[in-house]
């Protein structure tokens, strides 16, 4: 099970840091990603962190922006995103997929996903 927090309304250029909660006792098996969906929109691949750390993805609308870590003994991965933008207005969704390769970008990688949480990004 996986559970997100952190997600409010914050004005353009503030920030939040989303977490995400796993309930499993082998988290560090696991690559993690973060996706959003925002209203009338398909869901899109925003962040994602392999088992390990070392390599983490980005979707070119975030980078720069949004940093994406992860902290097994608490077996939670954050997205801190600073200077948020009006677009960034979606509902945030972790997933995990249970590899130890590259991380994947793709929706239809993760087997296992949170019930999102809203972030709303004033103008």
């Known amino acids: 099970q996986l559970v997100e927090s952190g997600g409010g309304l914050v004005q353009a250029g503030g920030f939040l840091r989303l977490s995400c909660v796993a309930s499993?006792?082998?988290?560090?098996?696991?690559?993690l990603g973060w996706f959003r969906q925002a209203p009338g929109k398909e869901r899109e691949f925003v962040a994602a962190?392999?088992?390990?750390?070392?390599?983490?993805y980005y979707a070119d609308a975030v980078k720069g922006r949004f940093t994406i870590s992860r902290d097994n003994n608490k077996n939670t991965v954050y997205l801190q995103m600073n200077n948020l933008k009006p677009e960034d207005t979606a509902v945030y969704y972790c997933?995990?997929?249970?590899?130890?390769?590259?991380?994947?970008?793709?929706?239809?990688?993760?087997?296992?996903w949170g019930q999102g949480t809203q972030v709303t990004v004033s103008s």
């Open positions: 997933a995990a997929d249970q590899t130890y390769g590259r991380p994947a970008t793709t929706e239809n990688e993760y087997g296992y």
């Open positions: 499993t006792r082998t988290f560090s098996r696991y690559t």
């Open positions: 962190i392999s088992w390990n750390t070392v390599i983490t």
